[in-house]
């Protein structure tokens, strides 16, 4: 069983349109996570998630939306792509309480997305 | 903000030898956590350090949180092919705060 999925894994765009990646944990964790790793692998957090109320939320253009429809579901919605959004952009999961983070964050596989 | 800084950036080392690689941060953390990832996958835990001193083993893998909660260090013994990857720092200050991960160490194995 996949413990946190998303799709697609890859996704190749042209710049300016609109696209959506979606994420699923099927941890019961109450924590959602999206990270974006550049082309040289450093790992930025861009949105935290606690039980579908937005907890983080890094300098990241408005462009990017995240939603969360449920607890074991985070999905991001960009708009008006550019070229420098071109990375791999990971989920994440993980279990707090009162803002302590109680186990590892559980990563999914990433969506490698190449913005044309 | 906060910065990890990992090192070395890469290493190529022969099969059977040990590895070492530290991150420094400009600022104390109260959790520090080793993570690796594997070619096309996201990362997975390897140890979670949570009190400064703290030395912590994963089988062939070792993880001490620095005194003075500014750094942190990996060890590998005997190191296999399969050990292959990029291996991340990463803190934790707590609280709703947010996980900062460090640079990265690429580690090949030479077989």
């Known amino acids: 069983d996949t413990a946190v999925s998303q799709t697609p894994k890859y996704l190749v765009t042209q710049m300016g349109n609109d696209k959506s990646i979606k994420c699923e944990q099927n941890?019961?964790?109450?924590?959602m996570y999206w990270y974006k790793q550049d082309s040289k692998k450093f790992l930025k957090i861009m949105f935290s998630?606690?039980?579908?109320?937005?907890?983080i939320n890094e300098t990241v253009p408005n462009r990017f939306s995240p939603k969360s429809p449920d607890k074991a579901h985070l999905n991001l919605h960009i708009n008006s792509l550019e070229l420098g959004d071109s990375a791999v952009y990971f989920c994440?999961?993980?279990?707090?309480?009162?803002?302590?983070?109680?186990?590892?964050?559980?990563f999914g596989p990433g969506t490698r997305l190449t913005v044309l | 903000g906060q910065q990890l800084n990992q090192s070395p950036q890469s290493m190529f080392i022969q099969e059977g030898e040990d590895v070492s690689m530290n991150c420094t941060s400009s600022?104390?953390?109260?959790?520090w956590l080793w993570y690796k990832q594997d070619p096309g996958e996201g990362p997975v835990l390897l140890i979670a350090?949570?009190?400064?001193?703290e030395l912590t083993s994963n089988g062939r893998l070792t993880a001490q949180f620095g005194i003075t909660r500014k750094d942190s260090f990996l060890n590998i013994s005997a190191s296999i092919p399969s050990d292959v990857g990029i291996y991340f720092c990463?803190?934790?200050?707590?609280?709703?705060?947010?996980?900062?991960f460090g640079t990265g160490t690429k580690l090949q194995v030479i077989p």
């Open positions: 994440a999961s993980s279990q707090e309480h009162a803002g302590v983070l109680l186990n590892e964050q559980f």
């Open positions: 941890l019961g964790h109450d924590t």
């Open positions: 998630y606690n039980n579908k109320e937005l907890i």
């Open positions: 600022s104390i953390f109260n959790t």
């Open positions: 350090l949570y009190k400064a001193g």
């Open positions: 990463a803190g934790l200050l707590g609280g709703y705060q947010k996980v900062t």
